[in-house]
């Protein structure tokens, strides 16, 4: 049984970095595609960024682009996130599916997803 498992988040100043991580646990030996979504209080659930097999960047949210940097190695996948600003404060999921052709920025896609992990700028 696959299960996705975060790490990372917490509370920062506007213009700090945090690093979330993503560990994928179960089933090592297919490739999945994955990444995270983020939600705010009172906003619908968006795609932050997507990631192929072999560091395949397929989507980062316009916002976020210059900012968050999305890598993979082996099962777990890493977010890093930098100059964050207030508006970056959410609920981030991170997902995981096998079918690869479904790889994109639609919520709908993803089989797996992890538990959760709170990010909170302050001005």
């Known amino acids: 049984q696959v299960r996705l498992v975060e790490s990372g988040g917490g509370s920062v100043q506007s213009g700090g970095s945090l690093t979330l991580s993503c560990t994928r646990r179960?089933?090592?030996?297919?490739?999945?595609?994955g990444g995270w979504f983020r939600q705010a209080p009172g906003k619908e659930r968006e795609a932050v960024a997507i990631i192929y097999p072999g560091n395949a960047v397929i989507y980062r949210a316009d916002d976020v682009k210059g900012r968050f940097t999305i890598s993979q190695e082996g099962v777990t996948m890493s977010l890093q996130m930098d100059n964050l600003r207030p508006e970056d404060t959410a609920m981030y999921y991170c997902?995981?599916?096998?079918?690869?052709?479904?790889?994109?920025?639609?919520?709908?896609?993803?089989?797996?997803w992890g538990q959760g992990t709170q990010v909170t700028v302050s001005s």
């Open positions: 997902v995981a599916d096998w079918r690869l052709h479904l790889c994109g920025s639609s919520l709908g896609h993803y089989t797996y």
């Open positions: 179960g089933d090592s030996g297919t490739k999945y595609c």
